[in-house]
C-alpha cells in the first residue's frame, strides 16, 4: 500500500488500510490512535506488533478482547518488527514499533558518559492535527517516588525559563551561542550535569528569547507571582538535588549550513533529593497554589536516593533537538525543536531551506501593503501561506519555521487571481518597544467594484455598505492609540512583520481609567444574551478586585480586543448585512 498520501484520521482510508495483509506496523498503530471504533479490526490484523498488542488488551472492550483470543501465532509475521514495551505513558498514547533511526554521513555522534551533575527534561509534546502521536516517554522511577521526581522536574524546567528570562534582560547573557552544533550540544549537556541554567540560557536561540519570556513575566504578573526570585530558588533547590547522568548518548546530523537535528537516543539519569528541597520550597513565597499542592502531596513519599530515571531508553523513538545558526553562533530552537518533534513521521521537512533567501520588504510601510496585496490575490488562505513572497515578509523564527515544516511553497506560488478592492494608501507608524517600528492603518481607504468602502481615521474604521454605514472607534480604550498595529522589524536591511514583537506590543498598551471594567461587564452581558446563561470565569474575575488588576495590568491589549469585538458584534448581529 503507497503511504504517500495515506490520512490515519480519514475513516474510509483507515477502514481500506486495515484490508491490507501487508500493511506497515506503524499505520496500524496510527489508524488506533484516531479510530477507537476500528480497534478490534487492528487486533484481527497479521501485522499487529507485541507492544500494540498489549496495549489493546489493557485497553480494549470485549469484542477487541474476542478478537484478540482469536489471534494463533501463524497471523503474525516472523518479521514484524520489535517493539520496546510501552512505557505507561501519561496520556493514553498508542505504542509505535520501533525503528532505527538513519544518520546522514554528515552527522557525528556523541555520548555522556556518567559523572557528578545534575538534569535537564523534556517534556512531551502534545498530538497535533494531522501529525502522528509524539510517543515521549514519562520519566520512569520508582513508583512511590514519582511525585517526587515529577515535582523536581516541573520546578526545574520552570526555573530555567525564569532565570533564563532574568538573565536575559538583565544583560547577563553577554556571550552567547557556539561554534558548532556539536558545541551547542555540549554545552548544553555541561548545563544539564551542572543544573547551570546560566549556561543553558546562552544556547537558546535570541530570536525566540525575548517572546517567550515575555508570555512568561504576563503571565506570572496576571497570577500574582511577581514575588518569586528565580535565580535565589534556582541557586538553592540546586545544593538540595543531586542528578547524575547515567547515560546520556546522542547524534549530530547538520541538515545545512544554519540547521542541525540533535537525536538523542538514550538518557538516563541518578536521582537524589535532599529533606532541605521541602524546606527551601516551603520558605519560598508567591509560589503558585497548584506548585504548593503538588509540594504538600510529594513530601508524602519518600525521597529518592540515587534512584534511576530514563527519559529515553535505547530503541524507543529519541528526542531530537533542532540547532540553528544565527549572527555566526549556533543554539538551540525551541519552536523548531518542537515542531520537529510533533510532526508527522511521513512528512518530509525542507532542511535545506535558507531564511535569508526570502526577501521582505524596503519598507515598515511596504510590510502591510504588501501583505493585503498578497491576501487579496490569493485565491485560497493556504495559497497566502505557502506563498514564498509571504513568508519573506515574516520574522526569522515564523519564516524558518515555515520553510522547513510548511508544505511546499511551489504547489501554491501560482494561484492567484485579480485583486478584488483598491487601496488608497494612508498609513502611520510610530516607534514600537524592542525597536520595532508600529504600523497602524492611518487614513488608508478600501474600496470594492461596487463602491462599498472601508475607511481608517483617528482610530476608527467607518463602514459603507450601500445606503448604510456604521463606524467602530477601534482605540476608544486607549491612552496611546497610536502603538494599536502591527510591529515590524528590520533584518538584514530588509523588513518583516513580527508577530512575537506585535503580541510584546499588545502588552504595552495603556488604558483609559476604568475602561476594562466597562468592557469586562458589556462582553460579560453580550455573553449572556447569546448563550442564556452566565460566563463564570467572566463573573468570577469581576468579583475579584484584586485579580482583575492584576490581568487587566499584564494583559491590556486583551481589553482593547474585547472592545472591539463587542463592537463588530453589535456592527453586525446575526443576519445582518455586515
Excluded: C
Excluded at 83 to 90: H, I, K, R
Excluded at 272 to 297: H, N, R, S
Amino acid at each position: 500500500m503507497s503511504t504517500n498520501n495515506f490520512n490515519p484520521q480519514a475513516a474510509d482510508q483507515a477502514l481500506a488500510a486495515l484490508n491490507d495483509p501487508n500493511l506497515a506496523p506503524e499505520l496500524l498503530g496510527q489508524i488506533a490512535t484516531y479510530h477507537p471504533e476500528m480497534w478490534a479490526k487492528v487486533a484481527e490484523h497479521p501485522r499487529l506488533y507485541p507492544a500494540l498488542e498489549k496495549w489493546l488488551a489493557e485497553k480494549g472492550g470485549p469484542e477487541v478482547q474476542e478478537a484478540l483470543k482469536n489471534r494463533t501465532s501463524g497471523n503474525t509475521p516472523a518479521a514484524a518488527p520489535v517493539a520496546a514495551a510501552p512505557q505507561a505513558p501519561a496520556v493514553s498514547s498508542v505504542p509505535q514499533p520501533s525503528s532505527g533511526t538513519s544518520v546522514p554521513e554528515s552527522s557525528s555522534a556523541a555520548s555522556y558518559q556518567p559523572g557528578n551533575g545534575q538534569h535537564s527534561y523534556q517534556a512531551s509534546a502534545p498530538a497535533a492535527s494531522g501529525m502522528s502521536p509524539v510517543n515521549f516517554q514519562e520519566p520512569k522511577s520508582g513508583g512511590k517516588r514519582k511525585g517526587v521526581i515529577a515535582l523536581v522536574i516541573a520546578l526545574v524546567v520552570a526555573l530555567v525559563a525564569g532565570v533564563g528570562g532574568w538573565l536575559y534582560f538583565s544583560g547577563v547573557l553577554s556571550a552567547r551561542g557556539a561554534e558548532s552544533p556539536k558545541a551547542a550540544m555540549g554545552q548544553f549537556s555541561e548545563a544539564i550535569e551542572d543544573l547551570d541554567v546560566t549556561k543553558a540560557a546562552t544556547v537558546m536561540a535570541p530570536s525566540e528569547t525575548d517572546f517567550f519570556v515575555e508570555i512568561m513575566q504576563q503571565g506570572a504578573k496576571a497570577g500574582g507571582q511577581n514575588n518569586v526570585d528565580p535565580v535565589k530558588l534556582m541557586s538553592d533547590l540546586s545544593k538540595t538535588i543531586e542528578i547524575k547522568n547515567d547515560k546520556f548518548e546522542y547524534e549530530v546530523a547538520e541538515k545545512n549550513d544554519n540547521l542541525a537535528v540533535v537525536s538523542i537516543n538514550e538518557w538516563s539519569a541518578k536521582v537524589t533529593v535532599k529533606p532541605d528541597f521541602f524546606t527551601v520550597l516551603e520558605e519560598t513565597e508567591g509560589l503558585p497554589p497548584e506548585v504548593k499542592e503538588q509540594i504538600a502531596q510529594a513530601k508524602e513519599q519518600p525521597l529518592p536516593e540515587d534512584e534511576l530515571v530514563t527519559f529515553v531508553n535505547e530503541g524507543s523513538k529519541p528526542i531530537r533537538v533542532v540547532m540553528v545558526q544565527e549572527g555566526g553562533k549556533w543554539f538551540v530552537s525551541p519552536m523548531m525543536t518542537f515542531a520537529e518533534n510533533a510532526r508527522s513521521p511521513y512528512s518530509e521537512p525542507n532542511y535545506e531551506y535558507d531564511p535569508a533567501s526570502d526577501k521582505g520588504a524596503e519598507s515598515a510601510e511596504d510590510v502591510i501593503k504588501d501583505i493585503v496585496e498578497l491576501g487579496s490575490s490569493s485565491r485560497s488562505g493556504d495559497d497566502l501561506l505557502y506563498s514564498p513572497k509571504f513568508r519573506g515578509l515574516m520574522e526569522l523564527p515564523i519564516r524558518r519555521l515555515m520553510g522547513v515544516y510548511g508544505d511546499d511553497p511551489g504547489k501554491a506560488a501560482a494561484r492567484t487571481q485579480a485583486s478584488n478592492f483598491d487601496v488608497d494608501w494612508k498609513l502611520n507608524t510610530a516607534k514600537g518597544p524592542n525597536g520595532t517600528t508600529i504600523v497602524s492603518m492611518g487614513e488608508t481607504i478600501f474600496t470594492d467594484p461596487s463602491g462599498n468602502k472601508i475607511e481608517f481615521s483617528d482610530g476608527k474604521m467607518k463602514i459603507t455598505n450601500g445606503a448604510e454605514s456604521k463606524t467602530l472607534d477601534l482605540a476608544r480604550t486607549l491612552v496611546n492609540p497610536d502603538q494599536l498595529g502591527f510591529a515590524t522589524i528590520q533584518e538584514d536591511g530588509t523588513w518583516r512583520l513580527s508577530l512575537t514583537q506585535s503580541y510584546v506590543n499588545l502588552t504595552k498598551l495603556e488604558l483609559k481609567d476604568g475602561v476594562a471594567r466597562e468592557v469586562l461587564e458589556e462582553f460579560s452581558q453580550q455573553y449572556r444574551n447569546q448563550n442564556g446563561y452566565p460566563s463564570d470565569a467572566m463573573s468570577q474575575l469581576l468579583s475579584d478586585e484584586q485579580t482583575l488588576e492584576r490581568v487587566v495590568d499584564a494583559f491590556p491589549g486583551l481589553i482593547t480586543m474585547m472592545d472591539i469585538g463587542i463592537q463588530l458584534q453589535e456592527l453586525a448581529p446575526r443576519n445582518s448585512v455586515y
